[in-house]
Nanobody, 115 residues
C-alpha cells in the first residue's frame, strides 16, 4: 500500500514562509493533498492536487499557499507564505491508493507560527 513521509515543518515567524514536502511510495497514486489539524480542532483540508495538476484550496489559504506535484518523483509540495499563527497545526500528507482503493496518511509534520 501507499506509504507517505512528510518533511519541512518547523518554527517560523508570522509573515514568514515554509515549504513542506511529501514523498509517496508503494502503489499507484491518485489525488494527493495536504490536511492540517490544530490543537483542539478537527482535521481540515488545506489543498489537494490531481495527477493532472488540478488544484483546490481551502478559502483560508487561498493566495498564500501553493500546492504542486512531481508525478515522476511521486512527490507533492506545499509552499506556504504570509504565515499566520492560525496556520499552526500538524500538517498531514494524504494520497489515494488506486490499487487498494483507500486513502492513506502520513504521520504528519508540525508547523508552528509564532514570534
Amino acid at each position: 500500500q501507499v506509504q507517505l513521509v512528510e518533511s519541512g515543518g518547523g518554527l517560523v515567524q508570522p509573515g514568514g514562509s515554509l515549504r513542506l514536502s511529501c514523498v509517496a511510495s508503494g502503489s499507484r497514486i491518485g489525488v494527493m493533498g495536504w490536511y492540517r489539524q490544530a490543537p483542539g480542532k478537527e482535521r481540515e483540508s488545506v489543498a489537494t492536487i490531481t495527477t493532472y495538476g488540478t488544484t483546490n484550496y481551502a478559502d483560508s489559504v487561498k493566495g498564500r499557499f501553493t500546492i504542486s506535484r512531481d508525478n515522476a518523483k511521486n512527490m507533492i509540495y506545499l509552499q506556504m507564505g504570509s504565515l499566520k499563527p492560525d496556520d499552526t497545526a500538524v500538517y498531514y500528507c494524504n494520497a489515494y491508493d488506486l490499487v487498494f482503493n483507500n486513502a492513506r496518511w502520513g504521520k504528519g509534520t508540525l508547523v508552528t507560527v509564532s514570534s
